[in-house]
């Protein structure tokens, strides 16, 4: 299969921000076809297990939802627009549509002409509440570890230094009783997930302000992901640098 060309590449990229930049090219580089190119870039791997066997849902007979990603290995389905990582439990009697959607059915912001209110979900607050009631963007991950560079997932060598990244969020309700262990946080933007560590109560992490910890490999690494993150806006308090 062929390789995705980069003139192709820099035109598309054009005029983006820098981490975005750096993201594609980092996904051109490691996609093994254009079909894992546009997989990456457009699903991502799994919330759940981190497999790389994932599809849009408008592929998938029976579920034909282009706004949701589904892992072929583990089940798991996830929003492609605001992010929620869907169990089972979450998903309607009917069809599996992301909950969200029901806030944007009966919002009070629709412009008549335009059938929406353009608000992209995940700058909503509205459904930022929800998501964060419902615990639905901290998938404990079953995969990736920690000693992973949170934004190139190149392993770190144990004596190597680490940059850390730590982030008070605005709601850390939905972080409780995972104290300690690695979630997938999502990139929505990016249609990423990366690990990060939950503080637990008595770490120094915890005591100068971090609910979460990113752990990068290189300085690089570390400013790629800040942006990224200060992109993402919503959920973010502040990123304290390490
Ligand atoms: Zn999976
Ligand atoms: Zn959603
Ligand atoms: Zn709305
Ligand atoms: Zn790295």
Redesign the pocket.
Known sequence: MEKFDSEKLRGILEGLPQDVIEYVRMVAEKSQSKEDFLRMIFVGDCPKCNSRNSVQCDEVIGIDNPTLGLCVDCGFVW?L??G?QLDPDHWPEKEIR????EICDACEWIQPHLGTCQIP?WECGKILKWLNENNLLSYVSEGKCANVCAWCERKIPEDSEVYGLGVKIKKEGQLRGKEGQVISWPLVKLNRVIPATVTSANSWAKRAGNDLMFMTCSKKCADALKNAIKREGAFVDRIIPN
């Open positions: 929003c627009e605001c929620a992301c909950g969200h959607w979900p």
